[in-house]
Structure formats: C-alpha cells, structure tokens
C-alpha cells in the first residue's frame, strides 16, 4: 500500500507472543509497512515464541537481555527504525490493532503537520469507546477524564497507538524511561506541548484496544506491577513537571488516588491473594518516596 513507505510500526512486546500472532498480522495486512518489535525480556520460552514469530513474518526483532520497560523498549524500537531511515513512527500496544488504512490515516496527518503527535480514536473489542483521542490530567488533584473542566488541564494521547514524526521524536528524546510502565505518554505530550507542538486526533482512524491481553481489563484482577507503577508514576510526572504546589496537593490526594487505581481490578482479588495489596502498598512507598 502506498503511504507506508516511510512508516515504522513499532510494538514492544512482554510476553505477548500470542498477541503478536493475533493482532499484528491483520494490522500490517499486505502493506509491506516496516515492522519493528522489541521482545522485552521475560523468559527463554517467550524469547524463542517471539523470534520464530519474528522470522516467520519478516519483522525486525530487537531482543535486549533484560525487562526494558515501555518507554525503554519504545526507545530502542525507535531509534532503530530512524536508523534504518523512518520518517514516521507508529507505536502500537501488542494487545492493540487496526489496519492498513489507520496506519495510513495516522502517518498522512504526522506528515501534514510534522510537529504533532497524532492518535486515533480507540474502541474496546465490544465497540466501546476507549479514548476518544485526548485525555485529561487534572492538574488540581492529579486526576483524569475525558473532558477539561480547568484552564490548567493537561491534555494527552494514549500511547496504545501514537504517531510520531522523526524529527519531533529526536527532539522530545522519546520517552522517558524513569517512568518503567505507565504514564510515559501523559509526560511525552505534555513536553511535547512544551516544545510547542500540538497533539491531534484523527478521527477516520479507529483502533481497537483489547486491555484484558496485558493488563486485566476494568473490574478485573489487574497486576502488582500494574498497580505500583501506576500509582507511583503519578507521584513522579507531578514532581518531573509542576511545581511545589502542586507536588504537595498531589501528595495529600496520594490515599485517594491510590484507592482508585486499586479498585480498577475490582473487590474481590484483595481477598484472594496478597499481590494486589502488595502493589498498592508499594507503589503508595515508592510514591511517597518521590522528591
């Protein structure tokens, strides 16, 4: 397909071989789009899962030794595309697909306006919406929704499918890897802002994001590491980027927050198991440990 020349998809995968399989094939289609996928480390069997997948389907696997992260495993995906001569990068969350079309769709509007991030709209696999494009971080409380109630809300596009050009990722230096898990998007738009480029939704371009394949989907026992990162994350982007004033709002909102992204798994996986409750009391520690 034409359009694609130029464009990376770029996927980091943490055992999601299955997901690979499922969703990369009807997302790439026949476009001979330059398919880029990192294995971050998470067991030999996977390793040998990804790399026959790899060979299979004529992608460039880049396979670092260790758990690199999102943003570490985006990072190498990235620069290893530019490398190769990409103008565009589409990064994509493994339990994530769309077609050749939306890759298109993105990578035209990234190319119309090469200072922007662009994303599509995202549906649930139930045809529910998932973002409609642009979330908001209230700056108030630390947290979000789907509209802007306050002047100072900072807006932002879900990394589960983000378009990029070169030019601006070099600029921005991809994510930042502090992060681990979660909440590198919310920091990568808001500097992108800061550098003054603009974030945009395409709304022709549909998505459909699965988030029961990495992570448990809403009311469903999601993972220690899920519930530490996000609630640490929080705790670090105010302290990265706002000021005192909002470092100590957002701190003495710390057990609330904390309380809502626990319950995102639901009730009853706290009495089924100590992981949840040790994510939680972890990422509050970690949180409260951010300066």
Known sequence: MSGLDDVALVVVSYGSSG??????PRTVGDSGVRVVVVDSFSGAGERAAVTRLAAERGWELLTPATNVGFGGGSNLGAAHALAAGAQVVVLLNPDAWTDPAGLSAVATAVR???????????????????????????????????????????PWLSGACLAVGAELW???????????????????????VALGARLEVVD???????????????GRAKSETYYR??????????????????????????????????????????VEGVAPWRGVTRGVLDALSVR
């Not at 997901?19 to 990369?24: S, V």
């Not at 070099?170 to 992108?192: H, I, N, P, Q, T």
């Not at 929080?234 to 609330?256: E, H, I, Q, S």
């Open 19 to 24: 997901l690979l399989a499922a969703n990369l």
């Open 112 to 154: 119309s306006h090469d200072r922007a991030l662009v994303a599509p709209r995202i549906h649930r696999p139930d045809g529910e919406v998932y973002s409609r494009g642009l979330t908001y971080l209230h700056r108030a409380d630390g947290t979000m929704s789907g509209r802007s109630t306050a002047p100072d809300d900072v």
């Open 170 to 192: 070099r600029e921005l230096g991809g994510f930042d890897e502090d992060y681990f898990l979660y909440w590198e998007d919310v920091d990568l738009s808001w500097r992108a």
């Open 204 to 218: 022709d371009a549909h998505v459909v994001h699965d988030e029961g394949g990495t992570q448990e989907s809403r």
């Open 229 to 270: 990162y996000d609630i640490r994350n929080r705790m670090l982007f105010a302290a990265k980027n706002l000021g005192p004033a909002d470092v100590r709002r957002w701190r003495r909102t710390l057990p609330r927050a904390a309380r809502a992204v626990a319950l995102r798994g639901g009730r009853r996986q706290f």
